[in-house]
């Protein structure tokens, strides 16, 4: 944990020192009635710093480098699996679809992750498409991404 | 009498067929969202808030009401039978709860949440009739500097209550601040922080983000556990839910305790229903006769925070209808729907849209009634939802997720911007910093500084006005004690820990 500390307070002094001056160089801090857009940011980004350098100090002053936050081994695969099949449809919206991408994911996730038998995997995945398009495209009038067949 | 009035007015709306169904949709949902482990009641609220955006906004909330309502039961039913707390309201339920399940009295635990549910939230929700109007009357004469008191005073506590410490909650607090700066400045049209992507020009909306850093971030963080919990065999006739006359004698001041109780921590805005069942667990324990029976199945360790975390649900409603400031992640949500509706919450919203206040506080009545129904009749089919392994749910909740976020705005760029908020959401879970405080901030970031910059254009004084007009000065201070108090315990923690050391 304090290792994270650390790490997520450079990060956020980073930036909060970022923020600021940007603020005080692309936008106006005091116009002509008062306080302009840049005002609230550079407070913002002020108050920021401090507390990243609270949460440094703290993180520095304590020596012993606390319980690890990552899982390792099996949960960090299962973890990595997870966010990447999410971004991997993520990014395949446009061209697959949702319904075609939502019946693949849940495969995917569902047989490969968890190995789930085939029916079971196959039956949840049709049934959860088949309940996203009547919800959202048929009832709600929601345009959700189609691919090949329109679907 | 125009109180009278306004409640038939509110059953008029709320009793129409649409929003009947609405509302038992909302407990049904909430139940099962409340009982499903790694989806609690904010990620519910935001996932079900695009499916409410083709309805009228009153039978919008009135389901959304309904839902929060019912994930505040559903939490207990894992939290008694598996150990696991649904939602972080239950939490407490898990230490007497658990332990009736392994006696064999797992059915008892669960009628009795569920009628001190019932009762909490029926004297809550007359309580918020009698109070709300009030409130809104009074802050009608707030102007600029205490509506931004009141907000600042609103983030300042969310932070004080949320999250394991209290620099890590500010700092969630700042960075939702900081999010909601991004996009087209209202008063002078800058595009702030949108480095030439017209996506972020509009600005961040809450929605993806909250959906992401609840939704994606609760199942990111049990998708790198397998496996699920052992369920404890129970029955659940008639005969074992209903209490007998000694757990009645034994449960009823505490359902009466953490009524009240719940309630007051409700309307505070920032505490919560979490907050109030730790509070009642403790009194509980204090007034009891028999202190050293809880931790083994006292009913007394149920019945209070069970009742209090329902009631602290519909206190939190006090504070987001009244003054716009929402009492808990869940408001937070709720009330940026409302912004998304184009209603203004505030004292305002009383007199302009009476049907829509009436319409969710009548229905508020009818969702206690339901709850109570439908949790004593249908809680062996909660149970076998219950079944469900993680490895199916996980998936399918991503799906609605990314469902969710598109729909807003039709919009692949939303969707992305939810699963980096999702990666966020589990970091902050994982690291001990507050989702809920971020999300607040976010939704509250743009009042905010509309009502800071409004007060000093007006001011003369600086910074003086927020200190010189009676009301928000007193916002102010209260404000600043719950930054300072947390400051000064971890000073004196830390002068603590350093005497023990020389000694």
């Excluded at chain 1, 940007?22 to 008062?34: M, Q, R």
């Excluded at chain 2, 038939?8 to 038992?24: C, E």
């Excluded at chain 2, 989806?39 to 009135?62: E, H, K, Q, R, W």
């Excluded at chain 2, 669960?110 to 009074?138: D, N, Q």
């Amino acid at each position: 944990m304090r290792s994270a500390d650390r790490i997520a307070g450079a990060a956020l002094l980073a930036l909060a020192v970022g923020f600021s001056a940007g603020a005080l160089k692309e936008y106006t801090y005091w116009g002509e009635n008062g306080p302009g857009s840049a005002f609230l940011p550079f407070w913002l980004g002020l108050v920021m710093a401090v507390l990243a350098a609270m949460l440094l100090v703290g993180a520095w002053r304590a020596s012993d480098p606390g319980p690890a936050w990552l899982p390792s081994g099996a949960g960090l695969r299962r973890l990595a699996l997870v966010v990447g099949a999410s971004a991997a449809f993520v990014a395949l919206l446009n061209v697959i679809g949702m319904t075609i991408g939502t019946v693949l994911f849940l495969v995917v996730l569902m047989r490969f992750l968890d190995r789930q038998s085939w029916p079971v995997t196959i039956g949840v995945a049709l049934a959860v498409a088949a309940l996203n398009y009547v919800v959202f495209t048929r009832w709600l009038h929601v345009p959700l991404p189609t691919g090949p067949f329109g679907l | 009498m125009d109180f009278l009035a306004n409640l038939s007015l509110g059953f008029s709306v709320a009793l129409t067929p649409f929003n009947l169904l609405m509302a038992t949709c909302g407990v049904v949902i909430g139940i099962l969202i409340g009982a499903l482990p790694g989806i609690g009641p904010p990620s519910g609220v935001a996932l079900l808030l695009p499916l409410t955006f083709g309805m009228d906004p009153t039978s919008g909330i009135i389901m959304l009401a309904a839902l929060y309502a019912g994930t505040m039961y559903g939490g207990t039913i894992t939290s008694v039978l598996i150990n696991t707390p649904g939602e972080s309201a239950s939490v407490v339920t898990c230490i007497d709860g658990y332990q009736m399940a392994l006696q064999g009295r797992a059915g008892a635990a669960l009628g009795i949440a569920a009628i001190g549910s019932f009762i909490a939230g029926t004297i809550g929700v007359v309580l918020l009739m009698l109070v709300s109007p009030a409130l809104a009357r009074w802050s009608l004469a707030f102007g600029p500097p205490e509506t931004f008191a009141l907000l600042l005073l609103g983030l300042t506590t969310v932070t004080l209550l949320t999250g394991e410490s209290a620099l890590k909650g500010y700092i969630s607090m700042v960075l939702g601040l900081m999010i909601a700066m991004v996009g087209f400045d209202v008063i002078s049209g800058d595009p702030r922080y949108a480095f030439g992507v017209p996506e972020l020009m509009d600005g961040i909306d809450f929605l993806p983000v909250a959906i992401g850093l609840f939704g994606i971030g609760e199942v990111l963080a049990g998708a790198e556990e397998a496996g699920g919990s052992a369920l404890v065999k129970a029955r659940y006739g008639w005969r074992e839910i209903m209490p007998t006359a000694r757990d009645w004698a034994r449960s009823r001041w505490a359902i009466a305790r953490g009524t009240v109780l719940g309630f007051l921590v409700g309307i505070l805005p920032g505490a919560g229903p979490t907050v109030s069942t730790f509070l009642s667990y403790a009194l509980e324990k204090k007034v009891s006769k028999h202190p050293e029976e809880f931790g083994q199945g006292a009913i007394e360790g149920v019945a209070g925070p069970e009742s209090a975390n329902n009631a602290a649900a519909t206190g939190a409603m006090v504070p987001m209808l009244t003054l716009g400031i929402p009492g808990s992640a869940t408001t937070a949500i709720m009330l940026g729907g409302l912004m998304m509706w184009g209603l203004r919450p505030g004292p305002l919203l009383f007199e302009k849209n009476p049907q829509f206040v009436w319409g969710l506080i009548a229905s508020q009545y009818i969702a206690n009634v339901m709850l109570l129904v439908l949790s004593t009749v249908f809680i062996p089919l909660f149970v076998r939802a219950l079944r469900v392994p993680y490895g199916i749910l996980m998936p399918m909740i991503i799906v609605f997720c990314i469902t969710g976020a598109y729909s807003l705005k039709n919009s692949v760029f939303d969707v992305g911007q939810m699963l980096v908020f999702g990666v966020l959401g589990y970091a902050m879970k994982k690291l001990g910093y507050s989702p809920a405080a971020l999300t607040l901030a976010l939704v509250l970031g743009p009042l905010a500084e509309r009502a800071l910059r409004q007060s000093l254009i007006i001011s003369d004084s600086g910074a003086g006005i927020f200190f010189t007009r009676p009301i928000s000065v007193v916002l102010m201070m209260a404000a600043l004690a719950a930054v300072l108090v947390p400051a000064l315990r971890g000073l004196a923690a830390a002068r603590r820990r350093a005497a023990v050391r020389a000694a």
